[in-house]
């Protein structure tokens, strides 16, 4: 059975699976995920529901795949030599408009995660976790070149700041959040915070 399955799930090609989420975010922007339904995403994506939650099982693992799939890779593999660079080479995978749509995403999934568990537990297990854990790996790399002290305290709160100020730019100054923002907020705020001596 689970060979059949494995089967199933693999019938949908990279370049259909990319394009498939890229409706899923355009809907997502467009309705907001309570107001998302199978059924838009299959007449958007000239799709079968059938095929959709054979993929995906339901609509909370289809948006949030949709998510990781448009998220930039995995920064831990660039490896500058110092916790600033990787920090801001994390931000220069993505620009300025990709940050403004995918500020608005989090925004409206930030209130449909409190009425929907399916939708929690998918966002923690496939995007929360995740990005805790490469922080954690660059914050490590960091602690074995003796640029942080492995006990410092902040060290637990690196992804609940930058998290933070990437929402909350837009609830405080009606502004979204920009690379130029977001390496200004590292420099006096993150770094500071773990120890790391201001750029020369």
Not at 82 to 88: H, I
Not at 146 to 160: F, K, M, R, S
């Amino acid at each position: 059975m689970a060979e059949t399955a494995t089967v199933r799930r693999s019938r949908i090609t990279p370049e259909r699976e990319a394009e498939l989420y890229e409706a899923v975010l355009d809907l997502l922007r467009e309705v907001g995920y309570d107001a998302l339904t199978m059924d838009a995403v299959a007449a958007r994506t000239r799709s079968s529901k059938a095929t959709l939650y054979r993929q995906w099982g339901g609509k909370a693992e289809l948006v949030v795949k949709a998510i990781r799939h448009n998220k930039p890779g995995d920064f831990t593999v660039v490896d500058t030599g110092s916790l600033r660079g990787d920090l801001y080479a994390h931000l220069e995978q993505t620009d300025d408009s990709e940050m403004e749509q995918n500020a608005g995403l989090m925004r409206g999934l930030a209130m449909a995660v409190h009425h929907n568990p399916d939708l929690l537990q998918e966002f923690r297990e496939k995007l929360i976790q995740p990005e805790m854990a490469e922080f954690g790996r660059v914050l490590q790399r960091a602690v074995d070149r003796g640029e942080i002290q492995a006990d410092n305290p902040a060290l637990g709160y690196v992804t609940h700041m930058m998290f933070g100020a990437f929402v909350a730019r837009g609830l405080i100054e009606d502004l979204p959040p920009t690379r130029a923002f977001l390496t200004s907020y590292i420099d006096a705020v993150v770094l500071p915070a773990l120890g790391v001596p201001a750029a020369q």
